[in-house]
């Protein structure tokens, strides 16, 4: 987490001090000086200020108080990263003692609220500065006047969030501010994580731990107290497994305006088990023609050494830009970070008060090559250049098969990014590394990501209605893996759509062989480019709206996977205006009828 000007009471030169000492300090260390820190404030009068920092200072003094055994854990998550700091946290509080309910914020009744003493808050933030889907419900409540007062209670956010979005970690601010406005009082202060989120985390726990009397303890990061559980998570996120490539083909037909890659890989030795809905994270490397340019733009040794972590470790300067940092995006605290070692003062002038929006624009599509090009040379050392850089961040893909129909294997559905920027081609990073650099037999490092917020339904008699077009085709593939293997009987709907039905139905033969043997009940698609008038598939489902609004009568379940911007909320649109047309009812109550679906776990999206 960067100190900014703009969000901050510091001046330049005073953050970019603290930008540089902060990362140095130990876990213990940040603990103290907070603890210092929030014991000076007590006879000062600055709340008004401390609100507005990025992390925002603790109002309990500095000496570790008696206070309740009793923590309750609310999350809310859109891919599973919040979920899964959330229940980490949630075991290793109840292997100190304490009295521990862990609950996603949509299935919390918000009338309990009143009634906790200590209440730690893991959230993402989603899409422009949205709460994910599961948070939706209690950040309403809590911004409404419903919401109680909260004198008494003690609470803790993490907030998880990406800095190359404007809206870097909102929903976790929003909540620490309410909360606060409520009358709770801070148990130790929020920290907004990007996308390497690991090691603020555990940071944070071990602050939020050090206040409720524990000492210096840190947060579990893959390994638990028991031997089974330790089993489980031998691979995680932070110790990924290197898995072999079986297959990597290209689903679309001569001729197609796109290239979707489909992947096979090994998880045999690995112990990794997943469900359909959850997703695979892969670790990928960056262009090395990117990684050359880079290089000889600054005229440095691609050998020379630097240090890529704070355990130490020394790297090759061009392997540390291939393997371990990301040079494909700018933020905005990487430009705060960089100007004072860029010789033009253009940088300076980029990120000053009152050119956010000049920022904004030349942040969007432009990566660490044009900015040294644009406002170089670099004027410091190579080391100094690695300091500002985030870790490359893993993606995450929506698995496309069954571990019960594909045993030790999982597959994966991807496109490939290419596009034309500022007059260079750009490329994706991971879609590309895996597209033109990754063979049948070459190693990638993975690991499985639950997600609990997109799950068949226990029932296998429950009907279900898959939107997914494009690669959003990948978990519906899984789930019908799934279904045919398990012999449910519930009925099944599907909407795929793409640009041509001649090079780009995907898995065309599978669907068309599930539609033979009755594992689907019903198949509509929408190819856009095939006709003069543009079909998507939220046009099929008006086409179809009475017979839709029949299942969900029935109580189908409605999943949406694929792209958020545009398609998830055009259906999402479409959905309401079905359910007010055939419903017979308002558009108020339709929205409260898709709200009611949404919280009965009936409405449920993978969007991205």
Request: charge should be negative; charged fraction near 25%; include cysteine.
């Amino acid at each position: 987490m960067q100190l900014q000007v703009v969000n901050s009471p510091f001046n330049q030169e005073q953050a970019e001090l603290l930008n540089r000492l902060l990362p140095t300090l130990t876990p213990s260390q940040k603990v103290w000086l907070s603890g210092f820190l929030a014991a000076s404030q007590v006879t000062t009068a600055i709340e008004s200020t401390e609100a507005q920092v990025s992390q925002t200072q603790a109002s309990a003094p500095a000496a570790p108080q008696p206070i309740s055994k009793e923590v309750a854990i609310l999350y809310g998550s859109q891919s599973g990263n919040a979920q899964r700091l959330g229940v980490k946290a949630g075991k290793s509080l109840e292997g100190r003692g304490y009295q521990v309910t862990v609950s996603s914020m949509s299935d919390f009744k918000p009338n309990n609220l009143k009634k906790l003493s200590n209440l730690l808050v893991f959230v993402s933030t989603h899409g422009e500065g949205e709460p994910p889907d599961n948070a939706l419900s209690f950040h309403e409540f809590l911004h409404s006047k419903r919401a109680p007062k909260l004198e008494g209670l003690r609470f803790s956010v993490l907030a998880l969030g990406d800095s190359s979005y404007e809206f870097f970690c909102k929903t976790g601010i929003d909540f620490d501010q309410r909360l606060e406005e409520l009358g709770g009082e801070r148990l130790f202060p929020r920290v907004d994580c990007d996308v390497d989120y690991d090691e603020p985390a555990a940071e944070w726990f071990e602050g939020v731990l050090s206040r409720l009397g524990e000492g210096s303890v840190s947060m579990p990061t893959g390994t638990s107290a028991t031997a089974a559980q330790v089993k489980e998570s031998v691979y995680s996120r932070t110790n990924p497994f290197y898995a072999e490539v079986l297959e990597n083909i290209n689903l679309n037909g001569r001729g197609s305006n796109k290239e979707t890659r489909h992947l096979e890989i090994s998880l045999e030795g690995s112990g990794l088990s997943f469900e359909p809905g959850d997703s695979l994270g892969i670790y990928p490397e960056n262009d090395p023609v990117l990684v050359d340019q880079l290089l000889e733009e600054l005229k440095w040794d691609p050998q020379g050494t630097v240090t890529v972590n704070k355990q130490g470790e020394i790297r090759a300067l061009k392997e540390a830009l291939t393997s371990h940092f990301e040079i494909t995006v700018l933020t905005k605290p990487l430009l705060q970070q960089a100007a004072s070692f860029l010789s033009k003062d253009e940088a300076k002038e980029l990120i000053a008060a009152g050119n956010e929006d000049k920022l904004k624009a030349y942040l969007q599509g432009r990566d660490l090559l044009d900015l040294i090009r644009d406002y170089g040379p670099w004027k410091g050392s190579a080391q100094d250049f690695i300091s500002v850089l985030r870790k490359i961040p893993p993606r995450l893909y929506s698995i496309a098969s069954s571990l019960a129909a594909n045993p030790d294997e999982v597959h994966l559905t991807m496109g490939a990014v290419r596009y034309d920027a500022h007059g260079r081609e750009r490329k994706g990073v991971c879609s590309i590394y895996c597209a033109e650099r990754l063979q049948p037999g070459d190693k990638v490092s993975i690991y499985l990501q639950q997600n609990q917020n997109f799950k068949l339904p226990a029932n296998p008699d429950t009907p279900i209605i898959m939107v997914g077009p494009g690669t959003g085709v990948a978990p519906f593939r899984s789930f019908m893996q799934e279904r045919e293997e398990s012999g449910a009987e519930g009925k099944s709907w599907m909407f795929f759509g793409d640009q041509h039905f001649v090079t780009d139905f995907l898995y065309q033969t599978e669907w068309q062989k599930w539609i033979k043997n009755g594992v689907l009940t019903k198949m509509d698609v929408a190819f856009s480019r095939d006709r003069d008038e543009k079909v998507y598939v939220q046009h099929r489902m008006l086409e179809n709206s009475k017979e839709l609004f029949a299942w969900l009568q029935e109580g189908a379940v409605v999943y949406i996977c694929g792209d958020e911007k545009n398609m998830a909320r055009d259906v999402h649109n479409t959905l309401v205006e079905i359910i007010e047309k055939e419903g017979g009812i308002s558009r108020e109550q339709a929205e409260a009828y898709l709200a009611d679906m949404q919280q009965q776990k009936r409405y449920q999206r993978d969007v991205y």
